[in-house]
C-alpha cells in the first residue's frame, strides 16, 4: 500500500460527494447533494475555515479527511476539529487510519493547531483505540448542537 495524502481542490468535489455519500450511509446521517457541494466548495476555497484531504493509494482514491480550524481560549488558540474521516470499508484493517492520524498530527503541528478534536459514535469502538492511541480522551462532556437554518 503506497498512501498519500493530497490537498482536495474544486475538481475534486464530485469525488468527494461520493465518498461522503458512502460514509454517511454507513451512520444513516441525512445526505443531501447540493448542500454537502456548497459546504465543500467554500471549505476547500478558504483555507482560513480548514483543509481536506483526499486519502490515495497509488492513484486511486480510498478515503478523506477534513480538518477545520476554531479558536478556543480554554485550548489556548487555534483549535482545530476533524470534522469527518472516512475510509472505504475494502481498505479499512490495513493501516490506512494510523497513517491517516500521523499525516493529521503533523499538519496540525505545522498549521499552529493547540488542540485537536474529534468525536467519534459510541458504537465505534475501532475508531475509539485507534484516536486513543494517538492520544486522544473523552472530556466526560456531551457535545450538543442547535442548527441554524438558512
Known amino acids: 500500500m503506497e498512501l498519500s495524502f493530497r490537498l482536495a481542490g474544486e475538481a475534486d ?3 468527494l460527494a461520493g465518498l461522503m455519500r ?5 451512520d444513516r446521517y441525512p445526505f443531501d447533494e447540493q448542500i454537502v457541494r456548497t459546504a465543500l466548495a467554500k471549505l476547500i476555497g478558504d ?4 483543509r481536506v484531504w483526499l486519502i490515495n493509494d497509488g492513484e486511486a482514491a480510498i478515503g478523506y479527511i477534513v480538518l477545520t480550524f476554531s ?11 476533524v470534522d469527518e474521516f472516512f475510509v472505504q ?13 500521523q499525516f493529521v498530527d503533523e499538519a496540525c503541528r505545522e498549521l499552529g493547531v493547540q488542540a485537536l478534536h474529534l468525536e467519534v459514535e459510541r458504537a465505534n469502538v475501532a475508531a475509539q483505540a485507534l484516536y486513543r492511541k494517538f492520544g486522544f480522551a473523552d472530556h466526560d462532556r456531551y457535545l450538543m448542537t442547535k442548527w441554524f437554518t438558512t
Open 71 to 81: 479558536y478556543s481560549l480554554e485550548f489556548h488558540g487555534r483549535d482545530a476539529f
Open 22 to 26: 458512502q460514509f454517511y450511509a454507513i
Open 13 to 15: 468535489i464530485d469525488l
Open 47 to 50: 483555507h482560513s475555515l480548514g
Open 89 to 101: 470499508a475494502g481498505d479499512r484493517g490495513r493501516g490506512v487510519g494510523t497513517q491517516a492520524m
